[in-house]
């Protein structure tokens, strides 16, 4: 029996790669060594304010609840609109998900179209 208020899974769960990898860039950043962190998938630079602020107007307006899955419609609309823009290329919301990270996407991606028992290779490094 432990003592733990824990659960005996959770305490034999790793560490996150991902976070023992950024936790190790911040402690190098500390010591005053130049790094690139790309793990954690976060900018090395403050979020610009004109974000922020569109961020706390949201906030206020009441944008504050779980939105459709795919994203926002104003979002993809975007997300179109950017791509059309700047790329010449034409899509419609329904051809846009909007996801929460990359990590998020690549998940989805392959719950979709994947079934059980195929076999998905990963080389590393991925």
Excluded: W
């Excluded at 899974?9 to 911040?26: E, F, N």
């Excluded at 051809?95 to 590393?124: D, F, Q």
Aim: proline residues 7%.
């Amino acid at each position: 029996m432990t003592s733990s208020i824990l659960s005996d899974v959770l305490q034999t769960l790793p560490t996150s790669p991902t976070i023992a990898m950024t936790q190790k860039a911040r402690e190098m950043k500390a010591a005053g060594r130049d790094v690139l962190a790309l793990a954690a998938g976060e900018p090395d630079f403050e979020t610009p304010a004109h974000i922020k602020e569109a961020a706390i107007a949201a906030i206020h307006a009441g944008h504050t609840r779980y939105t459709a899955v795919d994203g926002i419609p104003e979002l993809k609309g975007a997300i179109c609109d950017k791509f059309k823009r700047d790329n010449g290329l034409e899509y419609t919301h329904d051809e846009v998900v909007a996801t929460p990270g990359g990590k998020y996407v690549i998940y989805a991606a392959l719950m979709a179209s994947l079934n059980p028992r195929e076999e998905v290779i990963i080389p590393a490094p991925y």
